[in-house]
């Protein structure tokens, strides 16, 4: 079975964004990790390296602490209804 998550080309029905000398379009700067500070350009290479790994390993944990957060608030909602049932207050 073939994979589509990893193409060779390019699908030619998407224009290249910033491809070819007219390009009207301004280069857009990308803020690495979702970071804007003056520091970060003064990180070497290996620095960068190990930023993007403490990154995904903060994103993973923020994802992770979300998903309990919500699990419980879909308990306290369901124990407040049961309260309000039992108070008499639907």
């Given at each position: 079975?073939?994979?589509?998550?990893?193409?060779?080309?390019?699908?030619?029905?998407?224009?290249?964004?910033?491809?070819?000398?007219?390009?009207?379009?301004?280069?857009?700067?990308?803020?690495?990790?979702?970071?804007?500070?003056?520091?970060?350009?003064?990180?070497?290479?290996?620095?960068?390296?190990?930023?993007?790994?403490?990154?995904m390993?903060i994103?993973?944990?923020?994802?992770?602490?979300?998903?309990?957060?919500?699990?419980?608030?879909l308990?306290?909602?369901?124990?407040?209804?049961?309260?309000?049932?039992?108070?008499?207050?639907?």
């Amino acid at each position: 079975m073939r994979s589509t998550s990893t193409c060779a080309a390019a699908p030619t029905t998407q224009v290249l964004a910033g491809i070819g000398h007219n390009s009207k379009q301004p280069a857009v700067k990308s803020k690495p990790f979702g970071i804007r500070a003056a520091w970060l350009k003064f990180a070497n290479e290996v620095e960068l390296r190990r930023l993007a790994k403490l990154h995904m390993r903060i994103e993973r944990r923020k994802r992770g602490l979300d998903d309990l957060v919500t699990e419980r608030q879909l308990i306290m909602n369901r124990c407040i209804r049961r309260m309000r049932r039992q108070n008499g207050k639907n």
